[in-house]
Nanobody, 124 residues
Framework: QVQLVESGGGLVEAGGSLRLSCVAS????????MGWFRQAPGQAREFVAA????????YYADSVKGRFTISRDNAKNTVYLQMNSLKPQDTAVYYC?????????????????WGQGTPVTISS
């Protein structure tokens, strides 16, 4: 069982930045594809970004492309989401997810493990 713990959420003004972190308990972290999802109040959980096991491939939702960057540090069992130029519509609970497959994916149901989420609120 892989445990994922997110941190770094908070309240910032529009145009600001935040960096989310997700630490995985799995010692074989390099075997996990990682993703970030978010869920706004009253809405379905949606894909934000994904990164391959070694970090060589990344993929982003169109809504965050050019503003968000996903990265990972396999030595620290950690995946990051750097969020810049934040907008009020980025307000959501952000979830880290992991999957034990080679290919990265944007599909929620393809992920095997989930964190508890960290809230992000962007004020206008």
């Amino acid at each position: 069982q892989v445990q994922l713990v997110e941190s770094g959420g908070g309240l910032v003004e529009a145009g600001g930045s935040l960096r989310l972190s997700c630490v995985a308990s799995e010692r074989t972290f390099t075997m996990l594809g990682m993703g970030w999802f978010r869920q706004a109040p009253g809405q379905a959980r949606e894909f934000v970004a994904a990164i391959s096991r070694r970090g060589g491939s990344t993929y982003y939702a169109d809504s965050v492309k050019g503003r968000f960057t996903i990265s990972r540090d396999n030595a620290k069992n950690t995946v990051y989401l750097q969020m810049n130029s934040l907008k009020p519509q980025d307000t959501a609970v952000y979830y880290c997810a992991a999957r034990q497959r080679v290919a990265i994916t944007t599909t929620l149901n393809d992920y095997d493990y989930w964190g508890q989420g960290t809230p992000v609120t962007i004020s206008s």
